[in-house]
């Protein structure tokens, strides 16, 4: 089995290369050769960053390691590791007459070919081990109008890469998810967010789009241009065709202030409605089993008061709590000369949780208390810091985990309904009668409403609001048995969670995470919900149009919107 990551593959471009005419398709099928052309760098580029997206360089990243494969299969998993493919076809056109043709190419011989973007969505939405297509060579920026705030790329473009290209321009994105790694395509097509009762989610940035179909070739869509396909693709999961450009709408670049602070729960249901309306930017991070909760603030600086950026305890101060009890702990599961390693205090934070977590992820007692260490983490770091949206907005989610996130209308601006409090409160009680393991945090974020009806924030009220709230179990392992069982830990949770409260407050789950039933009659189920939040039909008579021999299908999406015969009418 050849695996992505070779050394070369680390080269990244410090400036666009020319065009060169290279081959329509690229396959990693073939055996490797020397790199003789800028061309090829090019290549062996786009490996590096779809490698980027899949995790394998990310420190925490632990991958696993599997028996001698073909020389011709390869393995492609999301970065979690929770989801992995082989496959012996992973095309990456340069540009969109190369995507054209392996689409054309594979509509006529009725082959899959799925589009792929970096490999971050935490239910591997985009995999299949019958063929996917990836665009990280096509990855330029096209056009950028400053005074429209508008910019055009090519969809294969990382997010980060797009804000360092539209710093010269003083231009920046609207808003941002926890991290900078996704390529725009898949951003946009996922319905990714970012947090801000006032700023809805990525989708609503697109403002027009190339899409190239299996059936229907290339295809402009727009507001002006065929609206209607056009609101439905801006959130299309992929299914109605390969996103090859996308214009954004951009804002102004602009600094941030972050304010956090602990709070709990009673001093957070005090302030909420001020806080939704105030704040450009807010989050909670909910601690299961303590009585804290993480409040994090972002605004732009005040011309009249400039904060105080110092924090009032150092890092090391912060941290110590977090290093004793691992020490503790090492001499409780392991010995006391581990205990004394000196590289303890070289972790971050996030890296001390998953090395506590490792040691006994299930036993709940110990899952408190790392808990309560992580309250008092939070309390010691308590404090003000400033810099570029980009920079702020980011989040360290921690290591590999498994993840749920649920997306439910929670009244309006003007007048929110609490009922995303009362879903935390539920959520928290639940977790305690249950003694469900559960790691911090529970992340909780709002958006504004979406226009695309396949958003799970879509709504045709103007001013409604939306609340996102993510449970998660870590995977801090590469032990398989270990990690097996926290897997189905968490599917013990995410059930709970799912039969206690998601009919009750309309939740339904992000895109990039919803998982696939393996029960028939759960299956059933979960396609009759999603037909009652979204245009399904709709949906697929577009698929249908678009392509009617399903190359852009994989398995999940065929069972999430199984295509009856004959497709029902659209309203």
Known sequence: MRHLLLSRLLLRRGSPLPNHHLPLLRGLS???????????????????????????????????????????????????????????????????????????????????????????????????????????????????DVKRKTVTVQAGIRVAELVDALREHGLTLQNFASIREQQVGGFTQVGAHGTGARLPPVDEQVISMKLVTPAKGTIELSREKDPELFYLARCGLGGLGVVAEVTLQCVERHQLVEHTFVSNADEVKKNHKKWLSENKHIKYLWIPYTDSVVVVKCNPPSKWRTPKLTSKYGKDEALQHVRDLYRESLKKYRTEAESNDPEIDTLSFTELRDKLLALDPLDKEHVVRINKAEAEYWKKSEGYRMGWSDEILGFDCGGQQWVSENCFPTGTLGNPSMKDLDFIENLLQLIEKEDIPAPAPIEQRWTARSKSPMSPASSSEEDAIFSWVGIIMYLPTSDARQRKEITEEFFNYRSLTQTSLWDDYSAYEHWAKIEVPKDKEELAKLQARLRKRFPVDAYNKARMELDPNKVLSNAKLEKLFPVLEPVHQAK
Not at 67 to 73: G, M, N, R, Y
Not at 92 to 104: I, R, W
């Open 30 to 144: 073939s055996a490797p050769s020397p790199i003789s052309s800028d061309a090829e760098l090019r290549k062996y580029a786009g490996y590096a960053l779809l490698l980027l997206g899949c995790g394998a360089l990310h420190k925490k990243a632990v991958p696993f390691k599997y028996a001698p494969l073909p020389e011709d299969l390869h393995a492609v998993s999301n970065w979690s590791g929770t989801h992995e493919v082989h496959t012996r076809v992973l095309l990456q056109p340069d540009s969109v007459e190369a995507l054209e043709g392996a689409l054309a190419a594979a509509h006529k011989e009725r082959r899959k070919l799925r589009p792929l973007g970096s490999g971050l969505s935490p239910n591997g939405l985009a995999l299949t081990r019958a063929g996917m297509v990836n665009l990280a060579l096509m990855d330029q920026v096209l056009d950028v």
